[in-house]
């Protein structure tokens, strides 16, 4: 079995940064592309960034130049540095990653989910 558990989401003002990681653990073989997806009330779920195993990142127009993912291929981790944030990046994020595992198989895995609001 494979998880992916989240940490770094909280309350912080607007123009404020978080750091949010994530890291998979189990049985992996190993690791294709890693992402952050984020989910706001009645919304739903987007990509918010993806980076593949060489390290090619993708960014939703909302987020570029604000956010950078960054990820550790021996580790099995993907990080999300989010600066100048903003209201409207309130929502759920969820880790998500493209898992080869020793039986053979490949799956798509996703994290429990952490908070994030904006708000003065």
């Known amino acids: 079995q494979v998880q992916l558990v989240e940490s770094g989401g909280g309350l912080v003002q607007p123009g404020g940064s978080l750091r949010l990681s994530c890291a998979a653990s189990?049985?992996?073989?190993?690791?294709?592309?890693m992402g952050w997806y984020r989910q706001a009330p009645g919304k739903q779920r987007e990509l918010v960034a993806s980076?593949?195993?060489?390290?090619?990142?993708n960014y939703a127009d909302s987020v570029k130049g604000r956010f950078t993912i960054s990820g550790d291929n021996a580790a099995n981790t993907v990080n999300l540095q989010m600066n100048s944030l903003e209201p409207e990046d309130t929502a759920v994020y969820y880790c998500n990653a493209d898992v080869y595992n020793y039986y053979g198989g490949r799956d798509d895995y996703w994290g429990q989910g952490t908070q994030v609001t904006v708000s003065s």
């Open positions: 980076i593949t195993r060489s390290g090619r990142a």
């Open positions: 189990g049985a992996i073989l190993r690791i294709g592309d």
